[in-house]
Structure formats: structure tokens, C-alpha cells
């Protein structure tokens, strides 16, 4: 148990780590499976469930596999339900590896995505735009606006504190929330109480139902590729989250990449937002469950918190839009089994702490 | 053409007026266990910290391998010095064996695969820190002297001819402190610069092969052990009255009353 001397220069045998590497695989695959589960059963619930034979029969038509038309069913599958589940595929899965990209970044696993401030400041963009009478479009441009401004104004900020690092990340993003928070209550106050409130008020709920096919269009290529590019700089977030001086003793340089990582993450929340407004706790909670399913290391766990993210949306915006005989809002759902499913995982966190 | 070293090194933290280090020369060679001592907030880890290029200096400057530290690139350094951090704070539970991987990164890149070469080294350095039983365990769970010795791995692992360690001996336990100057002892042996900042005279005493001593921002002597950890010395930088014993070897402190 000494350290060995002249150790080095032994034979060491290679572990297969095979046995490791199965089980992440695994997971990987059922987590697969289950995205798709989720959205076969999202096509097929709702105010108007359909049978799987019905909807799988609306894709063959497509295809031109069968030649019997479901006129109604097909416009259910298409028209209402298909844009709006791949739009719970993408948010779900941006939200998530945003919000692991954050944890790491801060190296604080309690971290969510609007930690500098994204949520307020695009909040305050939505409702100016609303009071300032714009269409759905100019909400969705004024929110992602918003919430970039308000991530700048944070970063800026802390830039004028003297000291650097974390600490005035942290300073920077709590007064940029704090302006923007405050932005967003004149705003509230200066509106039109009997339609522009509960216009702002309806949207900072968050929702996925005004979700079509032209949203899809103009956000799924960006959204993608920011995603994607979130899952290829894992292994960077491993070295990140140790530290400053030793992340710069491995070579890599923190002034340049936290800040990279940063924008990255934020420009996909604040895409989530113009989209789909506040939906919160996703980006908090998935990555604690793909940590606790396979293990911390980025490489391993962001694939699979993108696809925990994805399906746990569909499933979560499927509760929204069934539940009851009216809707209720998506952030509001997430939120309340987010916070209720938190428990379980802290639980499972804590065990080993004494 | 010297290791590393530095000229009329000189830092000032912003908005204080006495540097916190001044007009530090210095000249490490491989080979070499140079102990540090100091008293708390002397300067002891800025010095590491400015050796290393985490921080600029106001003036001066440290050379590696005779060229500018400004002038070589983060990965180019790391191959060629590896730091222990005072603390290490866990904030995610990576296994062990992953954080000794992450002393490879400057080799096999932040994204590459770990080829054959990198796992021997990460094995060897895990087997020489007697840390093979742990490799599967989160590092969150770990005492802090048993993370203490995966960050030393994970030096180890780095491969890089410079060590540079800010007070290694915090957190261990007694043996591990043994353990822990013995191999630092063996890793200069095998040509490796080894730099430690240390609160601890009797082990420089026994193991260093220079010792540093570093007061009110400058090197207040400098040279082999048995001429810088002395009674006079000792007493001077710690303000306390303290006598010495040799016996086999070793130097042995005690406090000693004015009056005897």
C-alpha cells in the first residue's frame, strides 16, 4: 500500500473497463427506446386519443406503405400533435444539456439555466413586446432578445468587478437579474390590465401549444446545432469544473472556454424561451437523474441527459394537454413534478453523506 | 539552459501598495526538491501560482526552458509542469480513475480518446499512489487526504518534468505525509523538478535538496537544507525562540525559553 517505488516502469495490466461501458451503452439504448416510447404514447393520447394501430396507420399512409386514408386521425397526428412533440424533443433536450453545461461551468450541481438572468430578461422581452402590441413572431424575437440582453448585461457587469472568476459571474449574473426582474415588474404595472396582463402572465407560464410546423422550421436547424455542439464539449466541461488554476494546469484555458461554454448554453435557452416561454426545473433535474443513471463524467452523461430531456418533455407536455378537459401550461407541470421528483433524487444524492 | 526560472519577479495585488512579492530571482533545475517556507500570506502560493502562469507578474518574468511562459501555449506548459492545488473542492462524483485521466488531456487533447500509452501512465500512477482499490469510487466520497493523493496521481499521471505543489502535506495523515515526502524525494531522484510550499522544516530538512525561505515578498535565504533550516533561522522567520538537535541525520526543533 506504500507508493511503490520505480512503480512506473512495471507491468501494469490495462483494466477492459468493458463492464462499465456495457452498462452506459445500455442506458444509452433504453433511454432511446424510451424517447420513442414516449412519443409513440404522445400521438396517441390527448382530448382526442387515437389507438397506436391509427396513428401508425396515419405514418403508412404517408409513406405510401398502405393505401387506406384516416382523414381525421391524419389531421390529428400532422397538424396538431407531430410539431408540437418534436418541439418537446428539442426544447427538452436543449434545456437539459444547458443546464448541465451551467452546472459544470459553475461547478455547482444546483445550478439552473437562468442563473444569469436569461428567464427575467427574456420574460421582460416578451412583455415589452406585448404591451407594445407585436405579433407572436416579435414576442418570440423580443424574448430571445431579452434574454440575451439580459446574460450580457450580467457578464458585462462582472467584467467591472475586480478579481475575476466565478465569484463575479455569480455578482454579475444576481445584478442583471435583478434589473431585468425589476424591468419586468414596471412593465407588468404599465400594462393594460385587462388584456395585456393576462397576456404577459399566460406566457411566462410557458406552453407548447402555439407550436406549428413554421416554428419547427425556422428554430429546429439552430436548436440542433446547438445542442449537438453542447454534447460534443462534454469532455471540456470534465476539466471545467475543477477549478481554475487546475483546469489551467491541464492546459486548458478557462478565460477562453467558460465563456464560450456560457454562450452557448445560454443562446439555447433563450431559444426554449422564445418558443415555449419559462419552463422550468428540466434543466435542473435531468442531468441530476443521467448522473445518478450513469456516473458524472460529462462524455458519458450528456448524451443522455439530451435524450432524458427529450422524452421527459413529450411525457411531461403530454400531461399538460390531456390531464384535463382544458390545458394546463407546460411550466407549470414541469415545475411541480420537477420539484416533487427532485426529492427522489436528492435522496439517492445524500445517501452517502454522513 | 535553465529548467525554469525567473528574473526580478515583482507582483502587486491591484489596490494595495506593498507588493505581495518582490524582485524574486530564481534558477530550478530537474533534478532538484526545492522546499518552500514561509509564513502564512508570505507569498508562498502566488510565487507557485506566477511559476506556473496562472497569474501575470506586475514586472519581471519566468522563463521555461529559456523561452517566456507568456510565449508558449496552456497545453505546451502543462506538458512540462504539473501543479497541486492547496484544496481541491469535489463538486462532481467522478470516479477516481477519471480524475487521474484528466492529467493526459494536455497529451491526448480535451476531446481525443486516451490510447494505450496514456492508460499505462494513468494506471502506473494510480498503482504508485496506492490508490488501485479506489479508481472506481467518486471522488466525492473520498476523505480529504485520500482525494489529496488523487490529485497527486493525477500529477503524476501528467508526465511533466516540473512539479509544483502548494502545501501537499495538508489533509494527509501522519504516515501519508511520510509516504507522500518520500515519493516526492524519489520523483526528483528520477529528474523531475519537484517545488513544494511546506510549513514543515524537520521533513524539508531530512528530503529537500533546497530550501527556500520566503519573507515579506523576498527570498530570504536559499540554499542546501542544513544551512537554511537552522535554530537562528528558524526563529527569526517564525518568531519563536526554538533550538535544534541533530541526531541521525535528522534536525529536531524544540522551544526553547529564553531564560534556559
New interface residues.
Given amino acids: 500500500?506504500?507508493?511503490?517505488?520505480?512503480?512506473?516502469g512495471?507491468a501494469?495490466?490495462?483494466?477492459r473497463g468493458s463492464a462499465i461501458s456495457d452498462r452506459s451503452a445500455l442506458i444509452r439504448f433504453a433511454a432511446l427506446a424510451g424517447v420513442v416510447l414516449s412519443v409513440l404514447g404522445a400521438l396517441c393520447l390527448g382530448r382526442f386519443p387515437l389507438s397506436p394501430g391509427r396513428v401508425l396507420g396515419v405514418f403508412g399512409s404517408l409513406l405510401h406503405l398502405s393505401s387506406a386514408s384516416d382523414p381525421v386521425a391524419q389531421v390529428v397526428v400532422m397538424q396538431a400533435r407531430l410539431p408540437r412533440i418534436l418541439v418537446a424533443l428539442l426544447v427538452g433536450s436543449a434545456l437539459s444539456c444547458g443546464g448541465a453545461t451551467y452546472q459544470?461551468v459553475f461547478?455547482?450541481?444546483l445550478v439552473s439555466p437562468d442563473l444569469l438572468g436569461v428567464l427575467s430578461g427574456a420574460a421582460f422581452g416578451a412583455a415589452l413586446s406585448i404591451v407594445s402590441g407585436g405579433s407572436a413572431v416579435v414576442v418570440q424575437m423580443g424574448a430571445f432578445g431579452g434574454g440575451l440582453l439580459a446574460v450580457g448585461t450580467g457578464l458585462l457587469i462582472s467584467r467591472t468587478l475586480?478579481g475575476g472568476g466565478i465569484l463575479t459571474l455569480l455578482l454579475g449574473g444576481l445584478i442583471g437579474n435583478a434589473i431585468f426582474t425589476a424591468l419586468l415588474s414596471l412593465v407588468k404595472y404599465l400594462a393594460d390590465p385587462m388584456d395585456q396582463l393576462p397576456a404577459i402572465v399566460n406566457w411566462l407560464l410557458g406552453s407548447l401549444a402555439p407550436s406549428g410546423w413554421q416554428e419547427l422550421a425556422w428554430m429546429s436547424g439552430p436548436l440542433i446545432v446547438l445542442t449537438v455542439a453542447l454534447v460534443?464539449c462534454a469532455?471540456?466541461l470534465?476539466?471545467l469544473?475543477?477549478?481554475?488554476?487546475?483546469a489551467?494546469?491541464?492546459?486548458?484555458?478557462v478565460r477562453v472556454m467558460r465563456p464560450a461554454l456560457i454562450v452557448l448554453a445560454t443562446l439555447a435557452c433563450a431559444m426554449t424561451i422564445s418558443m415555449a416561454g419559462i419552463i422550468g426545473w428540466i434543466g435542473l433535474l435531468v442531468p441530476h437523474v443521467a448522473?445518478l443513471l450513469v456516473?458524472?463524467?460529462h462524455r458519458g452523461m450528456m448524451p443522455v441527459t439530451a435524450l432524458l430531456g427529450a422524452g421527459g418533455l413529450v411525457l411531461a407536455d403530454t400531461c399538460a394537454r390531456s390531464l384535463t378537459t382544458g390545458e394546463v401550461p407546460l411550466g407549470i407541470v414541469t415545475q411541480l413534478f420537477g420539484a416533487l421528483a427532485f426529492v427522489l433524487v436528492l435522496r439517492r444524492l445524500r445517501r452517502?453523506v454522513q | 539552459m535553465t529548467f525554469l526560472c525567473c528574473e526580478g519577479l515583482t507582483f502587486c495585488q491591484?489596490?494595495r501598495k506593498r507588493p505581495v512579492l518582490e524582485g524574486i530571482d530564481l534558477a530550478l533545475e530537474p533534478g532538484e526538491l526545492v522546499g518552500l517556507l514561509g509564513l502564512n500570506g508570505a507569498g508562498k502560493s502566488t510565487l507557485l501560482?506566477l511559476l506556473?502562469?496562472?497569474v501575470v507578474p506586475t514586472s519581471g518574468e519566468v522563463l521555461l526552458e529559456g523561452r517566456a511562459l507568456r510565449e508558449w501555449?496552456?497545453?505546451?506548459?502543462?506538458?512540462r509542469?504539473?501543479?497541486v492545488?492547496q484544496s481541491?473542492?469535489a463538486?462532481?462524483?467522478?470516479?477516481v480513475?477519471?480524475m487521474v485521466e484528466?492529467?493526459r488531456?494536455?497529451y491526448a487533447g480535451?476531446?481525443g480518446r486516451l490510447g494505450?500509452e496514456d492508460?499505462?501512465a494513468v494506471?502506473?500512477a494510480l498503482?504508485?499512489?496506492?490508490l488501485e482499490a479506489l479508481?472506481g469510487r467518486?471522488v466525492?466520497?473520498l476523505s480529504g487526504g485520500e482525494r489529496q493523493r488523487v490529485?497527486l496521481a493525477r500529477a503524476i499521471a501528467?508526465d511533466a518534468r516540473g512539479l509544483l505543489l502548494d502545501e501537499p502535506m495538508t489533509g494527509l495523515d501522519y504516515g501519508h505525509q511520510i509516504?507522500?515526502i518520500?515519493?516526492l524525494h524519489?520523483l526528483a531522484r528520477e529528474g523531475r523538478l519537484v517545488m513544494l510550499t511546506s510549513h514543515r522544516p524537520e521533513e524539508l530538512y531530512v528530503r529537500a535538496s533546497r530550501v527556500l525561505i520566503l519573507d515579506h515578498g523576498r527570498i530570504e535565504a536559499d540554499g542546501p537544507p542544513q544551512d537554511v533550516v537552522t535554530a537562528q533561522r528558524m526563529s527569526a522567520l517564525y518568531g519563536v525562540p526554538l533550538r535544534q538537535m541533530d541526531h541521525a541525520g535528522n534536525r529536531f526543533f524544540h522551544h526553547g525559553r529564553d531564560d534556559e
Fill in positions: 500500500m506504500a507508493y511503490a517505488r520505480g512503480a512506473a512495471s501494469v495490466v490495462l483494466p459544470a461547478r455547482n450541481p475586480p460534443l469532455p471540456v470534465d476539466v469544473s475543477l477549478g481554475d488554476d487546475e489551467r494546469s491541464l492546459g486548458v484555458s448522473r456516473g458524472a463524467e452517502g | 491591484p489596490g501560482r506556473m502562469g496562472f501555449s496552456a497545453s505546451a506548459i502543462a506538458r509542469l504539473a501543479y492545488p481541491h473542492v463538486s462532481f462524483p467522478y470516479t480513475r477519471r484528466l492529467g488531456v494536455p480535451l476531446t494505450a492508460r499505462m494506471e502506473a498503482e504508485r499512489m496506492g479508481a467518486p466525492t466520497e490529485v501528467q509516504r507522500l518520500a515519493l524519489d
